[in-house]
């Protein structure tokens, strides 16, 4: 008898994790027999989780913190997609026996773009749009803002030296990117439409004082615990829009559940909306009442709507 097939969400630390509970709900929706574990892995410990023995029964790895840009050394291939990022969120097998290869994938910009089109933001290539950080999220946040139609975008960091990676997709995608003193966003602020933080929990909440302003823009902020996060209690009191990053891990899992169910990422999941919306109430986000936007190739980018 076939023992169950597993997926794991590995990083460290872990134990926060809400992803066991997103994908649990979907597999169980949809019919599979498959466990979803949390399994703490530093990034010495990364090069063991792809042993053989150990991946038999495996459908798929997330990837988080700190593991995104380490674990493609592991793989076998990378989607172009990740490629073209160097960031993998994802990782799923194709094959059987000894021709069983590790694909890697990055379904964090699919994520951002459905968490940032469920708040109102549409595709646009004059609207200003900044994002806050320079690590490996950011990279996947300004792909997101290339699918939403962005040609120019700010990137507020604290050295020239924290967006390198940032900078480099920039210019594989023709995008200007205007890199800007970290402080300053106190101040400009106001001027943008959509805003995104990658910064670890806590980092951007620095900026709630200063943001008094009448304010009509949207704020993703990727940290979701505590949420809302201070910043964004203070975004929303001023006027504008919150979006959580409960909104972005959900959206991103979805495509994970195709993968690791041996589907294609432009498929859609028997009774999808239905099981989007078990996701939801897993963790507590509100129904949604449309399928999400499909974003796993470049040559969607700015045709998202």
């Not at 990364?46 to 029964?57: A, I, S, W, Y």
């Not at 994520?111 to 595709?123: K, P, S, T």
């Not at 900078?167 to 966003?185: P, S, T, W």
């Not at 943001?211 to 949207?218: A, T």
Request: aromatic share 8%; hydrophobic share 40%.
């Amino acid at each position: 008898m076939n023992a169950r097939k597993k997926a794991f969400v590995l990083g460290d630390p872990i134990e926060h994790s809400l992803s066991p509970s997103l994908h649990q709900v979907a597999y169980e929706h949809l019919g599979y027999e498959i466990d979803y574990f949390r399994w703490r892995t530093s990034i010495e410990e990364l090069p063991e989780r792809f042993l053989p023995d150990l991946t038999e029964n495996v459908v798929g790895y997330s990837v988080t913190m700190p593991l995104k840009n380490a674990v493609v050394e592991s793989l076998h291939e990378l989607t172009d997609f990740a490629k073209i990022l160097g960031v993998v969120n994802t990782v799923y097998w194709h094959g059987e026996g000894s021709s069983r290869q590790s694909i890697g994938h990055n379904t964090d910009v699919s994520g951002i773009v459905n968490a940032l089109d469920y708040a109102g933001v549409r595709e646009s290539t004059n609207s200003p749009r900044a994002i806050l950080g320079g690590g490996g999220t950011a990279t996947s946040a300004l792909m997101a803002l290339a699918f939403l139609g962005s040609i120019d975008v700010d990137l507020y960091v604290r050295s020239v030296q924290r967006a390198s990676t940032v900078l480099r997709l920039a210019q594989k995608l023709g995008i200007r990117l205007n890199v800007c003193h970290f402080e300053d966003f106190a101040s400009r602020h106001p001027m943008y439409e959509a805003v995104i933080s990658t910064l670890p929990a806590g980092v951007a909440d620095q900026f709630a004082p200063a943001l008094k302003s009448s304010l009509s823009g949207v704020l993703l902020d990727v940290s979701y615990n505590p949420w809302p996060s201070t910043i964004a209690s203070y975004w929303e009191k001023a006027g504008g829009v919150i979006v959580s990053g409960l909104d972005m891990l959900m959206y991103q899992a979805i495509d994970q559940v195709k993968l690791f169910t041996g589907h294609s990422l432009e498929d859609t999941l028997p009774e999808q909306l239905e099981m989007m919306n078990a996701m939801c109430a897993a963790i507590g986000l509100l129904p949604r009442k449309q399928l999400p936007v499909n974003v796993y190739s470049i040559e969607h980018l700015g045709s998202c709507r």
